[in-house]
T-cell receptor, first 111, second 115 residues
Framework: RKEVEQDPGPFNVPEGATVAFNCTYS??????FFWYRQDCRKEPKLLMS???SGNEDGRFTAQLNRASQYISLLIRDSKLSDSATYLCVVPPDPGNNDMRFGAGTRLTVKP | ETGVTQSPTHLIKTRGQQVTLRCSSQSGHNTVSWYQQALGQGPQFIFQ???????GRGNFPPRFSGLQFPNYSSELNVNALELDDSALYLC??????????????FGPGTRLTVL
């Protein structure tokens, strides 16, 4: 099992749709999690942090299920500008700085 | 803009050559991490420097080496380039200590092509 696995995608959805991505991780000791967004040929940028059971920021909701070791990202009312690759990130254990990225899930929102 | 800069933006080398990539961290940040991102993949951790010392290394061979300078800028050196080294190399800066995690801010990357 890979350390961080994401829905392979791509996801093609119409504007206004709700879309959800899943990410599973193998290290049960991981304490915090992140979703990054990466536009085509650009650098990754932090979208959301997840430290407890979940986090919500406007149209974006991240949820954490420690028992099943997965994190989800829900996007409501999709906009054209949401088109990007979404990277699930599982940071290191304390004292280990090897930050693990998933391969990413590509989202295209169409008019 | 994150304030993290990288140079050069693009680079073309041939197999066997050596390359040096540079990164200037965001003001106030003392930690720099380097990542390799192949096409269609997520970034892979190469190593991290904290206050001029290596502070963790991923699964990369010794021909990948680095430095961090007193102003916290950093270099990534790759010797004996191979075709598979073609990728986007990302630098990320943060203000993390040895035992805590803080948000990493990425630079725009250097796209390396090895022919």
């Amino acid at each position: 099992r890979k350390e961080v696995e994401q829905d392979p995608g791509p996801f093609n959805v119409p504007e206004g749709a709700t879309v959800a991505f899943n990410c599973t991780y193998s290290n049960s000791a991981s304490q915090s999690f992140f979703w990054y967004r990466q536009d085509c040929r650009k650098e990754p940028k932090l979208l959301m942090s997840v430290y407890s059971s979940g986090n919500e920021d406007g149209r974006f909701t991240a949820q954490l299920n420690r028992a099943s070791q997965y994190i989800s990202l829900l996007i409501r009312d999709s906009k054209l500008s949401d088109s990007a690759t979404y990277l699930c990130v599982v940071p290191p254990d304390p004292g280990n700085n090897d930050m693990r990225f998933g391969a990413g899930t590509r989202l295209t929102v169409k008019p | 803009e994150t304030g993290v800069t990288q140079s050069p933006t693009h680079l073309i080398k041939t197999r066997g050559q050596q390359v040096t990539l540079r990164c200037s961290s965001q003001s106030g940040h003392n930690t720099v991490s380097w990542y390799q991102q192949a096409l269609g993949q997520g970034p892979q951790f190469i190593f991290q420097y904290y206050r001029e010392e290596e502070n963790g290394r991923g699964n990369f061979p010794p021909r990948f080496s680095g430095l961090q300078f007193p102003n916290y800028s950093s270099e990534l050196n790759v010797n004996a380039l191979e075709l598979d080294d073609s990728a986007l190399y990302l630098c990320a800066s943060s203000s993390s200590s040895r035992s805590s995690y803080n948000e990493q801010f990425f630079g725009p990357g250097t796209r390396l092509t090895v022919l």
